[in-house]
């Protein structure tokens, strides 16, 4: 599996161091379910593709519509489950309305009418800490697209555990509104951004850069902070796993998760939790159906193998390839897991242009080397205070490295380089 089509340079691979009845579990954990108004397709019993549409609360998909001529119902009146929710003590991601705001400050609200009650207001939220910039977070939609911007600055204290500090950033992403399930599934980038959380900071996939444990498993080599994340070269702050409390803190274990995020293909992503049936009489907790074959400790996705029949469709509480299933109202969504991939193993969407891979398309702030095929390809991809650059093998296929004859011609940073001479190129001093 190519994995290298989203690499960049050298100098990031240093973040390696980087709802239901009564009688039924309450799907009112603070997030919503799906997104109010959102369509998806879906199969009727005839096979052949309807569409329909996520409730005025959230709380659940309208019933699959399989004549176009025909509206899905969208009237919550019409629907005794679907009665507003009127608890002003209910609402945690309430806009915030002080007057006293300034008219120049951070947009932290990031609802504008869209997605309302899924992402994270975080106008009164701790923050990192006084040494930090406050988390910023705004989303817009429009029929076809949800853009979403933000700091990467986490709503939370902000504890240092790689060497690389923490620095807000500048994302930007654009995704589908009506994502379609594909059928093919695709990679998500080796390095870099694939999804994003609700409070704005990016998720990377379930690995690390090439150094000093090349492309290992972060959470297995414990090098997380107490919410999965931690932060990369350039200090761009990212998960790699999830905890619900850490956005929901009243979250009940055994609760249908809330939405915890997006991928860049345009599906949510869940907790562990969800619902087997539309009427939501069962919770279970969905499982990664990815099997650990060697030591992650390096080498994380060549350590793991999916090949059991629930990798390519789920069933019962085995999840596909991507971490994913179909749910019970026939709309596609991704769970947050224990075990590997941890949140996404692939796309079973299309990403498109979202703005997958580095956070800020910046060659110098890139968690991993440029993939290459010649040296032409490696012009500017490695790191400043490089003598030269060059296209060279490497166990991940070929990538772009710093050239030497000299230990002192290998860049300085995080992570120490050292030169060899027998190669001429600079490799981890180990």
């Known amino acids: 599996m190519n994995k290298f089509n989203a690499l960049c340079s050298l100098v990031a691979c240093v973040g390696a161091l980087a709802a239901c009845g009564d009688d ?15 369509t998806q397709s879906c199969t009727c019993t005839d096979g ?38 009127n608890d002003p003590n209910n609402e945690p991601d309430a806009p915030n309305n002080d007057p006293n705001n300034e008219p120049d400050a951070p947009n932290n609200d990031p609802g504008q009418g869209c997605l309302d009650g899924i992402f994270m207001d975080l106008s009164n939220v701790e923050g990192a800490g006084p040494d930090y910039p406050a988390p910023t977070l705004s989303v817009t939609c429009t029929e076809d697209t949800i853009v979403v911007e933000s700091n990467s600055i986490p709503h939370y204290e902000y504890i240092n555990v790689t060497p690389n500090g923490l620095q807000a950033q500048n994302n930007r992403w654009e995704i589908a509104h009506n994502p379609l399930l594909l059928d093919e599934m695709t990679d998500i980038p080796l390095l870099g951004v694939a999804a994003f959380a609700i409070n704005g900071v990016p ?29 990369g070269p350039g200090g761009s702050y990212h998960y790699h796993a999830f905890l619900t409390e850490c956005f929901f803190p009243d979250y009940q274990e055994g609760d ?3 939405i915890l995020g997006f991928s860049l293909d345009g599906f949510p992503i869940y907790g562990p939790w969800g619902c087997v049936d539309e009427a939501c009489t069962e919770v279970v907790k969905f499982e990664s159906s990815w099997v650990r ?13 999916c090949d059991r029949p629930e990798c390519a469709q789920a069933q019962g509480t085995q999840l596909d390839r991507c971490n994913g299933r179909v749910g019970p109202d026939g709309t596609y969504r991704y769970h947050a897991t224990d075990g590997f991939p941890y949140i996404m193993g ?51 296929g070929q990538i772009c490295v710093p050239t030497c004859n000299v230990d002192a011609d290998c860049p300085t940073g995080m992570m120490p380089l050292r030169c060899d001479p027998g190669m001429g190129i600079c490799v981890p001093n180990r």
Do not use: K
């Open 256 to 258: 249908p998760s809330p």
């Open 346 to 396: 692939c796309y079973h969407g299309d990403p498109g242009d979202a703005g997958g891979g580095d956070p800020n398309n910046d060659p110098n702030n890139m968690p991993g080397p440029v993939a290459c095929q010649d040296v032409s390809d490696c012009d500017g991809a490695c790191p400043e205070g490089s003598v030269g650059c060059t296209c060279a093998n490497s166990p991940m």
């Open 24 to 38: 039924a579990p309450s799907a009112d954990t603070g997030g919503r379910l799906c997104v109010p108004g959102q």
């Open 48 to 85: 052949a593709q309807g569409a329909q549409t996520c409730d005025d609360q959230g709380a659940r998909f309208l019933e699959c519509v399989c004549d176009p001529n025909n509206t899905p119902n969208n009237d919550p009146n019409n629907d005794p489950n679907n009665a507003p929710n």
């Open 293 to 305: 074959t060697g030591d992650p400790t390096t080498y994380a996705w060549d350590n793991h193998a």
């Open 203 to 231: 998720i990377f996939g379930p690995n690390e850069g090439p150094v000093p444990d090349p492309f290992g498993d972060p959470i297995y080599n414990d090098i997380m902070d107490w919410c999965l994340g931690h932060s």
